[in-house]
């Protein structure tokens, strides 16, 4: 067994530092604030009761003490593996000391060398094999961050002072780096050591031999350093053409090729292609806007890294507000404004709540770190939206913080927990599939298709449809078009307004647009003449879907309704302890309109049977998605007023080919255990119809067409 890994055994036997412990092994366990790589982990909660980074260094010596190698080799190696990781360990005041005196502990291979130079001096000053250990420290690692387009190839070329001095032969150093590679990369995990290997090798024989490289381009580095985002479905070369249109990329990237960038994947690999590219622009200049200088060869991303992850219910995830550091959403909507015009200059957006940081250390001057500071008010109202996180504050105080960074209010579920919200979407598969009974011809527009589980469903029934998925959410789209990415879909997705539809589909091109409950939606959410829950907004909705349909197509809505007659009364008879105080709660909460409520009980009130059904609606979702439903009016129209609303909207030429409705299946069930509803006298009423089928077909004749 090598001696460094009976010395961590005695550590872990003991719990305790000996007198005689290595200086290494006291750098790696007196961490008081580990320093990891949290794309490598699966859950914050690893880190309560481990030493990560210790963890590994042990597992690369377990990997190097089976490998079949001489004596001298496994010595050299030891030393290297040991030592390349210090620079993440140390106390808090050491670390701070080493800072002051120079060392990088930013880029830890450099920083780390730097380190065992120290004690390698103090040691042993004469030991002929110093010089080499440290480079063998100093480039550890960069092969597979080449692999990974976060290098140039140049910054191995250290590496040929160890032949060029005859420290080693050519062959000598091969078989060292190989070696050396497995080890640091089969610790991280030995299927990516298979994944990697003849890649790695060929580019050992390259270093070894003083070969030149093949040079990659900046979209295939670009392609490198997204590698974990493709894998997870984003589509690389579409975002790529994308980007082309807007941006001569390899032209504005190109100062980044001499440079390399530390905990870019783990930082902006959650963010999209568009923005990690802007993130770049803004790391290529200072705050006024000049150019780096040449003398910048590191760019570090780790401050924002650290910004980016909480751990949800044991699983680790983006965290997009529930810490000051976590504001992922407000970081999109920032770069979302920024032009690549302004961008390109240097010119930075102003944003009173939000502002970018690229930082030079005076005793780094070849390192900038980059990061965004939120204002103290921003960071307070983070703070007030976590205290307040378990009582009603805390809706208003969400609500606050979306309008603090212009956040439209209808993306609190994404905002929330995206994954969860797109998950549930995907879960009314056996709701929408009656739509396809209604659906004609090919060119089918989908309306914010959430998901995507109706877009599957047009493509799996109707094989030579054509669908269109239409979502106003930045995040959405590119999630639908990371799905069809891993999937496979035939269906495409486009960002835009559905109410401006002839921006993005021509006039008269679509023979079924689909509005499956989000009609209700932009009631809720979207202003026209500055109001909210304006029937005009569906008024403007239908008439955009109807220009761009063509004659013979239909539109489709299936959506929340209020029932008839609107003057019946229902009472309710809470079952749980804290019925009434949620019915209290919302009728407080509700902007839609004004909830009527006579508390005939401790657990009892009758209402209007609209705004009984309109609290039910909200209570049948729970806690968790309250924020989000108490803003959204379900039902806004009975099927009466729908129907008059289309023909005065559209005209008396649009043919209204169904019109019925239906208790949605699940809220009786939902509520028989939380609630009894029943009409004035108490007597057990079932729940009224819940939710509209409405086909709207557009004449043949072309007169017909409502301007």
């Known amino acids: 067994m090598l001696q460094s890994l009976k010395a961590i055994a005695n550590y872990r036997k003991e719990n305790d530092l000996a007198w005689d412990t290595p200086t290494w092994l006291k750098l790696l366990v007196s961490a008081e604030e580990r320093i990891v790589n949290l794309e490598r982990i699966r859950s914050i909660g690893e880190l309560k009761d481990a030493n990560p980074v210790l963890d590994y260094v042990e597992r690369t010596l377990l990997i190097l003490d089976g490998l079949p190698l001489s004596f001298w080799v496994k ?179 190109a100062p980044l090729e001499n440079r390399t960038l530390w905990y870019v994947e783990s930082a902006l690999q959650d963010f999209s292609l568009q923005e990690l590219v802007k993130v770049f622009l803004l790391t290529l200049r200072d705050g006024t806007g000049q150019e780096q200088p040449a003398t910048v060869r590191h760019i570090s991303f780790e401050s924002l890294m650290n910004t980016m992850y909480y751990d949800y219910r044991g699983v680790k995830k983006i965290n997009v507000y529930k810490k000051p550091q976590y504001k992922k959403r407000m970081i999109e909507k920032y770069l979302s404004a920024l032009s690549w015009q302004d961008i390109s200059k240097g010119k930075r957006k102003h944003n009173p709540h939000l502002s970018v940081i690229v930082e030079h250390k005076e005793e780094l001057p070849s390192t900038v770190f980059f990061n965004f500071v939120f204002s103290s008010a921003a960071e307070k109202l983070i703070d007030f939206c976590i205290e307040a996180e378990k009582t009603p504050l805390y809706d208003k105080a969400v609500l606050l913080l979306f309008d603090l960074f212009g956040l439209r209010r209808d993306a609190y579920d994404r905002f929330h927990n995206e994954e969860t919200y797109l998950t549930d979407m995907n879960q009314t598969v056996d709701y929408k599939r009656v739509i396809l009974n209604y659906v004609t011809g090919t060119r089918i527009l989908d309306i914010g298709p959430g998901g995507g589980v109706l877009l599957d469903l047009i493509e799996q029934e109707r094989p030579d449809a054509k669908p269109l998925g239409l979502d106003i959410s930045v995040n959405v789209i590119e999630a639908l078009k990371r799905k069809k990415q891993l999937e496979r879909h035939r269906w495409d997705v486009i960002k835009g307004d559905a109410l401006r539809l002839e921006e993005y589909v021509e006039t008269g091109s679509m023979d079924t647009v689909i509005f499956s409950s989000i009609l209700h939606e932009l009631y809720s959410y979207i202003e026209r003449d500055g109001i909210r829950f304006n029937p005009q907004t569906v008024e403007a909705a239908l008439q955009s879907a109807y220009r761009v349909l063509a004659p013979g197509g239909r539109i489709i809505i299936r959506d929340g309704i209020m029932t008839e007659p609107v003057e019946q009364r229902r009472r309710i008879r809470f079952l749980e302890p804290d019925g009434m105080e949620w019915l209290m ?46 803003q959204e009016q379900f039902g806004y129209f009975t099927p009466s007023q729908y129907e008059e609303r289309i023909r005065n909207t559209l005209g008396p030429q649009a043919i209204i080919r169904v019109s019925r409705h239906y208790l949605q299946e699940g809220y009786a069930e939902a509520l028989s255990s939380r609630v009894e509803f029943m009409n004035e006298q108490g007597q057990p009423v079932p729940l009224p119809d819940s939710t509209c089928l409405i086909v709207i077909e557009k004449p043949n004749d072309r007169a017909g067409i409502a301007e």
Not at 144 to 166: D, H, S, V
Not at 178 to 191: F, Q, S, T
Not at 598 to 609: N, T
């Open 75 to 253: 010595e050299l190696l030891e030393d290297v593996l040991v030592w390349s990781e210090t620079a993440k360990g140390g106390t808090v005041r050491e670390r701070l000391r080493w800072q002051h005196e120079g060392i990088n502990l930013f880029v830890h291979n450099i920083g780390s060398s730097q380190l065992y130079v120290r004690q390698a001096q103090a040691e042993s000053p004469a030991y002929p094999r110093n010089s080499m250990t440290r480079i063998l420290i100093e480039t550890h690692g960069l092969i597979g961050q080449y692999i990974r387009g976060e290098i140039p190839f140049a910054e191995n070329r250290l590496l040929l002072e160890i032949t060029r001095k005859g420290w080693l032969s050519p062959e000598e150093l091969e078989l060292v780096l190989r070696a050396l590679n497995e080890c640091i990369i089969a610790g991280v995990e030995p299927a990516l050591w298979d994944q990697v290997r003849s890649e790695v090798e060929q580019l050992i024989g390259w270093i070894a031999w003083d070969n030149a490289p093949v040079v990659w381009s900046v979209k295939e580095r670009l392609e490198r350093l997204r590698s974990v985002s493709i894998h997870e479905g984003e589509p690389f070369e579409q975002a790529y053409t994308e980007l082309e249109r807007e941006l001569n990329v390899e032209k504005a990237l």
């Open 585 to 630: 709660r919302y009728a407080q909460d509700f902007a839609g309109r004004h909830i009527e409520i006579e508390r005939v009980g401790e657990h009892e009130a009758v209402l209007p049977v609209n705004d009984a059904m309109e609290f039910l609606y909200t209570y049948t979702w729970g806690a968790e998605a309250y924020v989000h439903e108490v």
